[in-house]
């Protein structure tokens, strides 16, 4: 039967796009964070996916990459250094540098609005959708891991533990501990600089992704 | 041919039988080595390699904590001579938001890598040790070596080349497209395009075999494109802490596997699809 009160078919699209939409808003912090979050690790049947645990995980430790660019930068580094801009806000954190900046493909518009490429949102509105079919299971638990780890973060500064904190030594050498950056896991990706490859035995590959701690003594 | 036989015939070459070698057979070992030889090692790795000596190769399953339903395995390969480290994935598991089981026929690298610390105690690891200079002649004879995918799976690329080709991410396009597909490797499921109208590198990958639906299912998730002429720079030091970039080095051995030993198609966007004779020979 076809819908033709306008309320009646408004209620039922407002219905179906929340059941589809398991990330906050992107245009929220609190979205655009969990955007981000998502798109940098695998879910199942995606190069890298190694398990559950494992995806919910390297979100984690991106936050708190996220969060120590923002607010933990260790003496005697700036934040200049680390997160290549000076910023008390965590979406210039994420943004800065443009579509080709510290987080590929994530960048302020012309309008200075959080922005995204297509392919991110390409890849999240497929995400979301395979999330929605059928009885609710491992992606639809990932994506809803990110937005809440998102939105505690943003509304209540909570941080999810830190696997990396306790970092003393990487590739050999004293480290600061805690994850500053982060890469695709193969040894030819590697952020330069003062980062320090945080080792398997030390949780540094996650999700398909290797953490970078930094040297203790700048060079 | 020559290839064929060479690899065939690679299983007398072995010097010592590891205790589980069905695990990992010697005909298979070959197969990494030729992967490694055409997308990772250069002109400083071999060299290492002493010819009239033994190539060692260290395995041992790493199978990390998995989810409850999901029966893949790990392994781990080290090959001492070359300073490499290899990770294999055989994946096992039931996607049932989907409906589809990802699997590989065999185990499949995942990442390779050369490493500067070695573990010092190897006694965890079982042992092959393959005549090197029969590996070396073997890599020489297959160093251009090119599986193409087959017809089914050409068309199933036409098909997601020319939706790519006109989606959101990439720019206008007008008239036909060239593009090149790199040879495929048994041992990867990696598929890598380069989109020459746009100066554009695609790679297709997937936990799944290339040939299965299963991959399909995943083919728009599993996209990654680099811009070759944004994207490049000489050393990641360029830009400290950021992902945005890959390397001249990788990039111009991604190109030669494309262009130089890849199938060239040219695709219409919005056209229906047909294949010319003869259009798909390198």
């Excluded at chain 1, 999330?131 to 992606?139: C, V, Y």
């Excluded at chain 2, 020559?2 to 298979?28: K, M, N, Q, W």
Aim: aromatic fraction near 8%; charge should be negative; proline fraction near 6%.
């Amino acid at each position: 039967m076809p819908i033709t009160h306008p309320r009646l078919f408004m209620l039922l699209a407002f219905t179906a796009s929340t059941a589809l939409a398991r990330l906050p808003d992107p245009t929220t912090p609190a979205g655009y964070v969990a955007h981000l979050l998502v798109n940098e690790v695998p879910f199942p049947g995606e190069r890298g996916y190694r398990s559950e645990q494992d995806t919910a995980a390297a979100m984690e430790q991106l936050l708190h990459v996220l969060d120590r660019r923002l607010e933990r930068i260790p003496t005697p580094y700036t934040q200049q250094q680390i997160a290549a801009t000076r910023a008390n806000d965590i979406l210039d954190i994420i943004t800065v540098g443009g579509e080709k900046g510290q987080f590929d493909g994530f960048y302020r518009d012309a309008q200075g609005r959080p922005a995204m490429v297509p392919r991110v949102t390409e890849r999240i509105d497929n995400l979301n959708r395979i999330a929605s079919q059928g009885k609710p299971g491992t992606f639809a638990r990932l994506l809803t891991h990110a937005g809440d780890l998102a939105t505690a973060y943003l509304a209540e500064q909570q941080r999810p533990s830190d696997r990396h904190a306790a970092v003393s030594k990487a590739e050999r050498q004293p480290a600061t501990g805690g994850g500053y950056s982060w890469m695709t896991d193969e040894v030819r990706y590697h952020p330069g600089g003062n980062f320090l490859r945080i080792e398997d035995t030390d949780a540094g590959s996650l999700g398909g992704n290797r953490f970078f701690t930094l040297r203790k003594a700048p060079r | 041919m020559i290839a064929r036989s060479l690899l065939l015939g690679f299983t007398a070459l072995v010097l010592a039988t590891p205790v589980r070698a069905e695990t990992l057979g010697f005909d298979y070992l070959a197969l990494v080595m030729q992967h490694l030889y055409r997308w990772h090692l250069d002109e400083t790795v071999l060299i290492q390699v002493d010819p009239t000596g033994t190539l060692t190769i260290h395995h041992r399953d790493t199978t990390p904590e998995l989810d409850d339903t999901d029966r893949s395995s790990y392994r781990e390969l080290l090959i001492p001579s070359i300073r490499y480290r290899v990770l294999l994935k055989k994946a096992d598991y039931d996607v049932p938001e989907l409906g589809i089981t990802i699997t590989n026929k065999e185990y499949r690298i995942i990442k390779a890598e050369r490493v500067d610390d070695w573990p010092g105690d190897l006694s965890g690891f079982e042992q092959v040790d393959l005549d090197a200079k029969a590996m070396m002649d073997y890599l020489f004879s297959v160093r251009n070596q090119r599986t193409y995918p087959d017809e089914a799976l050409i068309e199933r690329m036409r098909r997601a080349l020319r939706e790519h080709l006109t989606g959101p991410s990439s720019p206008p396009v007008q008239g036909p497209q060239t593009v090149y597909i790199a040879p495929l490797s048994r041992v990867s499921n990696n598929l890598w395009v380069y989109w020459e109208n746009a100066g554009r590198l695609i790679r297709y990958s997937s936990d799944t075999d290339l040939d299965t639906e299963a991959f399909w299912a995943y083919e728009k998730l599993g996209v990654r494109v680099y811009d070759l002429s944004t994207d490049v720079v000489i050393s990641f030091a360029e830009a400290a802490g950021s992902n945005a970039f890959v390397t001249r080095d990788w990039a111009a051995r991604a190109l030669f596997n494309c262009v130089v030993f890849g199938q060239r198609l040219i695709i219409t966007p919005g056209e229906p699809v047909a294949v010319p004779a003869g259009e798909t020979t390198p």
